[in-house]
């Protein structure tokens, strides 16, 4: 891969694997790394070594199931991280915790069950967090806790049966939320309490029978919301 200079030989090259340092060819400038549709089923942690500068890594449409716990540690700079498509079942706590500056992150169309309770921490300047099409099944009151600066939040096509009353308390940005084809049965007292600044709400195709007002006092914001095909009577 060192003598690799044009970033699109990257993409489609069947990869199965990457050595470490990988990439030590390529000058500290470069701010795009493209790996899509690729075979990468595992990340080691010095992968990466030397892309102090990259701002974007994309890496959907492969078969990654695990990724180290420093995988990401010299990629500092980076804004912008895709995961989407791959066979990723859990998130530890200390896989994004390098990641302080990044802006938007995609994990959809994995195989997620479990994010641990710190999983997100480091991620204050997150804007946009795409979590669809996985297999969550429950949102608890510490999840989202650091992410202040979120304006996006992508939930549908999960499990999701529960969320807690106190998951969404902090982002108070949020302008997106979309839960669409979960199992909601119903909304915890006060979990738009502070969702000042929602504007689109789906909740389309969940189970919901009962919607109180009280769970929608504050959205003063809210243009579109999306209540089809629940049990609403």
């Known amino acids: 891969l060192v003598s690799f200079h044009i970033i699109d030989t990257f993409k489609e090259q069947s990869l199965e694997f990457l050595d470490e340092c990988a990439f030590c060819g390529l000058k500290n400038s470069q701010k795009f790394i493209d790996l899509n549709y690729n075979m990468l089923n595992y990340i080691k942690n010095k992968t990466f070594f030397g892309l102090k500068d990259t701002s974007e890594l994309i890496m959907n449409h492969n078969k990654i199931k695990t990724i180290e716990n420093d995988?990401?540690?010299?990629?500092?700079g980076l804004t912008r991280l895709e995961l989407g498509y791959n066979m990723l079942s859990k998130i530890n706590n200390a896989v994004f915790s390098y990641l302080n500056k990044l802006i938007y992150l995609d994990l959809r169309n994995n195989r997620l069950i479990d994010i641990e309770n710190k999983a997100f921490d480091k991620l204050?300047?997150?804007?946009?967090?795409?979590?669809?099409?996985?297999?969550?099944?429950?949102?608890?009151?510490?999840?989202?806790?650091?992410?202040?600066?979120?304006?996006?939040?992508k939930l549908s096509n999960n499990k999701i049966s529960k969320i807690?009353?106190?998951?969404?308390?902090?982002?108070?940005?949020?302008?997106?939320?979309?839960?669409?084809?979960n199992a909601l049965f119903r909304l915890e007292k006060?979990?738009?309490?502070?969702?000042?600044?929602?504007?689109?709400?789906?909740?389309?195709?969940?189970?919901?029978?009962n919607l109180k007002n009280y769970n929608l006092n504050n959205l003063k914001e809210l243009k579109i919301l999306d209540l089809s095909k629940n049990r609403i009577r």
């Open 71 to 76: 995988v990401f540690s010299y990629l500092k």
């Open 124 to 153: 204050e300047e997150l804007k946009y967090l795409y979590l669809s099409f996985n297999k969550i099944q429950f949102i608890n009151e510490n999840m989202f806790k650091s992410l202040i600066n979120l304006e996006t939040l």
């Open 164 to 181: 807690d009353g106190s998951s969404l308390k902090y982002l108070k940005k949020l302008h997106n939320l979309n839960l669409e084809e």
């Open 190 to 209: 006060g979990l738009f309490d502070n969702s000042i600044e929602l504007v689109y709400l789906n909740l389309a195709t969940n189970i919901l029978k």
